[in-house]
């Protein structure tokens, strides 16, 4: 099993940048694939990235491609996710999740694909 806790939410400008870290517990971090979700005010949890688990592929939405980087460091146990040129329409609730998979070079999009969520991070975005 593996527990995930996101932190690095704030309050920014738009404009500015912020890195999100997500923690894993556990020893099986490396067969997680990882993703990312946004859930903005009273609408539905969306994706927005993914990475396999070495990190040699990565797939973002359309909304954030060019804003948006992840990255994992196995040896922590840790994936981020780089935001930059951050929008008032970014603000949301930023969420990490774990896919556990053998596939070494597959990322998932899709929520149902994932078996472990984080408690997520508030990000807002003043104008």
């Known amino acids: 099993q593996v527990q995930l806790v996101e932190s690095g939410g704030g309050l920014v400008q738009a404009g500015d940048s912020l890195r999100l870290p997500c923690a894993a517990s556990g020893r099986t971090f490396y067969r997680n694939a990882m993703g990312w979700f946004l859930q903005p005010p009273g609408k539905e949890r969306e994706f927005v990235g993914a990475i396999s688990l070495r990190g040699s592929s990565t797939y973002y939405a359309d909304f954030v491609k060019g804003r948006f980087t992840i990255s994992r460091d196995n040896a922590k146990n840790t994936v981020y996710l780089q935001m930059n040129s951050l929008k008032p329409e970014d603000t949301a609730v930023y969420y990490c999740?774990?896919?556990?998979?053998?596939?070494?070079?597959?990322?998932?999009?899709?929520?149902?694909?994932?078996?472990?969520w984080g408690q997520g991070t508030q990000v807002t975005v003043s104008s």
């Open positions: 999740a774990a896919n556990p998979t053998y596939s070494t070079s597959t990322y998932y999009t899709a929520q149902h694909e994932y078996d472990y």
